[in-house]
């Protein structure tokens, strides 16, 4: 029985949509919203395979972490000296992160985003948008792996349309790379650290009053 539930096209398109639908619906404040949301995606995954293995929860070692470090270095210094300059030029408006202007000397509050971030966006985020995504996807289309990293980097960027059209492209490029990431090494903690490591230098420089240079 749990096979065939697993292995059911119908059923992994309806589990794929409640999460996504639960974007949408305001049932908790940041960072719980999408906190809450991997608790759901817990839920489902378990409910559906009758264990988590789909997600890919590998183990973190000493070489996970320095291929995360390593990833983050290299994806922060094309993102951020390349194609997000590139963005801005073509479109002739820098993502709009004004949400973000608060931030700037506010220590308390520096301390409390960062670690609401790792929370929402980090775990949250890379747990629904990369392991539960990859997993549904898997059972529906199959093992099309480029497809899949496409339709997952627009899930993903879509949420973020309050940063304007410039922040939306750049969240799906974003989003693209985390695919990549995703597919070649099939460790969800990997991304967890890669996509908090981008995250926590964006908040720190926003706290240090350098927005502006993701501008």
Known sequence: MTTKLSNNKL????????????????FAKFPWHIGGIGLVVLLLTWLQDR?????NFKTITGKT????????????????????????RILNEPADYGVFAGLEGKTKTY?????YMWISAAIGEE???RGYVFAQLKKIIG?????????????????????????????FIFGLAFGFIYIR?????????????IDSFFLTMA???YLSFFG
């Open 11 to 26: 059923l992994s398109l309806v589990l794929l949509l409640i999460p996504l639908a639960l974007i949408y619906v305001p």
């Open 51 to 55: 264990n988590l293995k789909a997600l």
């Open 111 to 115: 301390w409390k985003m960062l670690g």
């Open 65 to 88: 972490i320095l291929t995360a470090v390593a990833l983050w270095i290299i994806l922060e210094l094309c993102m951020d000296f390349i194609i997000q300059p590139l963005i801005t």
């Open 207 to 209: 706290y240090l009053g």
């Open 127 to 129: 747990l629904l948008f």
């Open 185 to 197: 090494y099939q460790n969800l903690y990997l991304n967890i650290i890669v996509h908090g490591l």
């Open 143 to 171: 093992d099309q792996k480029l497809l899949s990293i496409l339709i997952s980097a627009v899930l993903f960027s879509v949420p973020h349309l309050y940063q304007g059209t410039a922040g939306l492209i750049t969240t």
